[in-house]
């Protein structure tokens, strides 16, 4: 269970995140958009895993290479803007949990379920 500190610096970290993303001038980062969706950072705050979502997204594998050539710039923007001990290494993952969600709703939406009518007979 992480204590209110890191949990609170997981918070602090993907909302600078959030904004420095919008920032990047790699076309290859510039895919879609892109939302920050969780944060957790090891104990002693040596790395972060951040989790994106990315709306649109045209090339899973150029989208990660454009993210691993501007880690060491959001690094240090990070650094800048939080006052950290340390600033964590960045490692990025795609999280598809919301196309998966969108993918199971369209599902739903075409099973077309006529549960009114079998109620009536």
Known sequence: ??????????DDIQR???ALLREVKDPRVQQGM???TRVETTGDLRYAK????V????????????LKSA???LRRELGSSLNLRYTPELVF???HSIEYGAKISRMIQDLNISGDEDEGQ
């Not at 951040?50 to 979502?53: A, E, I, P, T, Y």
């Open 1 to 10: 269970m992480a204590s209110n500190k890191l949990t609170r610096t997981n």
């Open 16 to 18: 600078v995140l959030s």
């Open 34 to 36: 892109i939302s920050v």
């Open 50 to 53: 951040v989790w994106l979502s």
């Open 55 to 66: 709306l649109g997204l045209e090339s899973e594998k150029e989208f990660k290479k454009g």
């Open 71 to 73: 880690s060491g710039w």
């Open 93 to 95: 993952e795609l999280d």
